[in-house]
């Protein structure tokens, strides 16, 4: 059984670096791409980034400049950084699998998301 | 970046009623949609994959059918569980992007 359990510091004033990390247990580490999504108070989803085990990452252009993404196989888990925040950066952050389906990649499995807060 | 729009936005159903949703792409994204489930404070459950796919454990009154750019969840026999907000996602390219929400009250 597949279990995200992700954690990270939920109060941060502007400018401050958002930290997350997202620790995998159950099935492999390799042959996914682990992904950030996030939902802002009352809003909808948007996807942040994603980065796979070997290290390749993809990240939403509207975030690119801000957004790093890193991963430990040693510990089955994948971190985010998301420099300069802003209130606009208030949000739920959920960590995500994507599997493998045909032509094309799944969010299949999903962390139990962190509220994160930015205020001065 | 691939747009996806909803209708309705909200819609306020009574039990064993049907519901359909529809999602439409701003562009062709062959199979690559699913749906998503999301209750309030709970994470996003899969529901349907790659258009029509069900996914296990799902009940079977969720169905979902469509390609290129318009797309369908439908939920037959609506039961009190299913009121949640109700999410589009293509995986056809990146950025990955969602339809805003389909809300489902229950009556």
């Known amino acids: 059984q597949v279990h995200l359990q992700q954690w990270g510091a939920g109060l941060l004033k502007p400018s401050e670096t958002l930290s997350l990390t997202c620790a995998v247990y159950g099935g492999t580490f390799n042959d996914y791409y682990w992904s950030w999504i996030r939902q802002p108070p009352g809003r909808g989803l948007e996807w942040v980034g994603e980065?796979?085990?070997?290290?390749?990452?993809n990240y939403n252009p509207s975030l690119k400049s801000r957004v790093s993404m890193s991963v430990d196989t040693s510990k089955n888990q994948f971190s985010l950084n998301l420099n300069s925040v802003t209130a606009a950066d208030t949000a739920v952050y959920y960590c995500?699998?994507?599997?493998?389906?045909?032509?094309?990649?799944?969010?299949?499995?999903w962390g139990q998301g962190t509220p994160v807060t930015v205020s001065s | 970046e691939i747009v996806l729009t909803q209708s309705p936005d909200f819609q306020s159903v009574t039990p064993k009623q049907k519901v359909t949703i529809t999602c439409r792409a701003s562009q062709s994204i062959g199979s690559s949609l699913h749906w998503y489930q999301q209750k309030p404070d709970q994470s996003p459950k899969l529901l349907m994959k790659?258009?029509?796919q069900p996914i296990s454990g799902v009940p079977s009154r969720f169905s979902g059918s469509g390609s290129g750019t318009a797309f369908t969840l439908t939920i037959d026999s609506l039961e009190a569980e299913d009121a949640a907000t109700y999410y589009c996602h293509q995986s056809s390219s990146l950025p990955l992007t969602f339809g805003q929400g389909t809300k489902l009250e229950i009556k």
């Open positions: 980065i796979s085990h070997s290290g390749n990452t």
């Open positions: 995500a699998r994507r599997d493998r389906y045909a032509d094309t990649w799944i969010l299949s499995y």
């Open positions: 790659y258009g029509s």
